[in-house]
């Protein structure tokens, strides 16, 4: 089992910034690919980046809506996966949920989801 917390949602003003942290309670490594998605009411849980471990690198994916304005990374040493998020907009307006494949357990864990508002 693997608990993932995040934190650093809030209110914003229009082109303002957040960082999303989400640390998970075991090594980075277990995990193949760790993303970020966002949801709103009514909606699915649409993904908005994510970052895959390669054997010489990490590959990056971004929802076309946040490419530019929102860069994810991890920290290996601190188990943590942020994601960046600039220049906001009203539509991203969200819950943000942090997700981790576990190559050994071959499990999807989620975190709580922390809100971001972006107001106009």
């Known amino acids: 089992q693997v608990q993932l917390v995040e934190i650093g949602g809030g209110l914003v003003q229009v082109g303002g910034s957040l960082r999303l942290t989400c640390t998970a309670s075991r090594t980075l490594f277990r995990f193949e690919t760790m993303g970020w998605y966002r949801q709103t009411p009514g909606n699915q849980r649409d993904l908005v980046a994510s970052i895959t471990t390669g054997t010489t690198a990490d590959t990056t994916n971004y929802a076309d809506s946040v490419k530019g304005r929102f860069t994810i990374s991890r920290d290996n040493a601190k188990n943590t996966v942020y994601l960046q998020m600039n220049s906001l907009e009203p539509e991203d307006t969200a819950i943000y949920f942090c997700?981790?494949?576990?190559?050994?357990?071959?499990?999807?864990?989620w975190g709580q989801g922390t809100q971001v508002t972006v107001s106009a």
């Open positions: 997700n981790v494949y576990d190559r050994y357990d071959r499990e999807h864990y």
